[in-house]
T-cell receptor
Framework: DADVTQTPRNRITKTGKRIMLECSQT?????MYWYRQDPGLGLRLIYY???????NKGEISDGYSVSRQAQAKFSLSLESAIPNQTALYFC???????????????FGAGSRLTVL | GENVEQHPSTLSVQEGDSAVIKCTYS??????FPWYKQELGKGPQLIID?????GEKKDQRIAVTLNKTAKHFSLHITETQPEDSAVYFC???????????FGTGTRLTVIP
């Protein structure tokens, strides 16, 4: 099984619908992240969490919300999807300890979202 | 905040040739520079990283160089193979910081 599992892998939805992308990890990492990937723009941080009670906005959090249900689970929600949220979304984890651990990310395989 | 620029956006090389991808960064506080490889249908995976206390690091066919004065770092792949075809991302951050700042990616194609 993958260390970081994202569901669904692909989703097509319509404008205005609520969408939830889920992420679970078996790495035992404290830190979890949601990134968005668009062609020519690289990876941009949406939200991150360092433990169950800690939620922080990234550089592009508008239109998104997250929930850290447990150490191993971090979900991303689009309350009312719009077409420019069509993108590839990645969940990632990192260890919260050690000099380098905090910066070494383990990514899931991605969730491709299309908003029509 | 940090701004990372990456060039080129696409790169095609013949199998066996070398490939070089270059990145620049803006924040002098950045001291950790990883490179991620993203294969088709997969998430990015760390392939090599370098810290600012060294100028070069090698791991078999891949190497990374860092010029902290000029604020640029590069990925070098020698003796390229078809399985090296992927999208490569550079990133920069300060150790322990909350976020990695990624470049925009380079799509490398190795032609057999």
């Amino acid at each position: 099984d993958a260390d970081v599992t994202q569901t669904p892998r692909n989703r097509i939805t319509k404008t205005g619908k609520r969408i939830m992308l889920e992420c679970s990890q078996t790495k035992g990492h404290d830190r979890m992240y949601w990134y968005r990937q668009d062609p020519g723009l690289g990876l941009r941080l949406i939200y991150y969490s360092f433990d169950v009670k800690d939620i922080n906005k990234g550089e592009i959090s508008d239109g998104y919300s997250v929930s850290r249900q447990a150490q191993a689970k971090f979900s991303l929600s689009l309350e009312s999807a719009i077409p420019n949220q069509t993108a590839l979304y990645f969940c990632a984890t990192a260890s919260g300890t050690g000099r380098s651990g905090a910066n070494v990310l383990t990514f899931g395989a991605g969730s491709r979202l299309t908003v029509l | 905040g940090e701004n990372v620029e990456q060039h080129p956006s696409t790169l095609s090389v013949q199998e066996g040739d070398s490939a070089v991808i270059k990145c620049t960064y803006s924040d002098s506080a950045s001291n950790y520079f990883p490179w991620y490889k993203q294969e088709l249908g997969k998430g990015p995976q760390l392939i090599i990283d370098i810290r600012s206390n060294v100028g070069e690091k090698k791991d078999q066919r891949i190497a990374v160089t860092l010029n902290k004065t000029a604020k640029h770092f590069s990925l070098h792949i020698t003796e390229t193979q078809p399985e090296d075809s992927a999208v490569y991302f550079c990133a920069a951050t300060e150790t322990g910081a909350n976020n990695l700042f990624f470049g925009t990616g380079t799509r490398l194609t190795v032609i057999p």
